[in-house]
Nanobody, 123 residues
């Protein structure tokens, strides 16, 4: 059974930073592409960032480009989302997800999901 556990969320003031972590319990983590999504109250889950299995390819939503950085450490079975210059509109539950055979920016191709971690940005 594959499990994804996010951590690192919290309350931060606008302009601040947070780093989210997603630890994946699977021996073949290096074969999985990872995605980060977020969902604000009353809104659909939206794409934030994705990183390929080897970490060489990344893609970001326009709304976070230049402020967020996705990375991974395959030796630690962990993906990260470093968030800088946070804005109140970044407030949401952030989810990590895993899939094989290529990155994706929509939710349906992802096979495994974490439980989410709350990020709240105050103005």
């Amino acid at each position: 059974q594959v499990q994804l556990v996010e951590s690192g969320g919290g309350l931060v003031q606008a302009g601040g930073s947070l780093r989210l972590s997603c630890e994946v319990s699977i021996r073949t983590f290096s074969l999985y592409d990872m995605g980060w999504f977020r969902q604000a109250p009353g809104k659909e889950r939206e794409f934030v960032a994705t990183i390929s299995e080897n970490g060489y390819f990344t893609l970001y939503a326009d709304s976070v480009k230049g402020r967020f950085t996705v990375s991974r450490d395959n030796a630690k079975n962990t993906a990260y989302l470093q968030m800088h210059s946070l804005k109140p509109e970044d407030t949401a539950v952030y989810y990590c997800a895993a899939k094989r055979f290529g990155v994706a920016t929509n939710t349906s191709p992802y096979n495994y999901w974490g439980q989410g971690t709350q990020v709240t940005v105050s103005s």
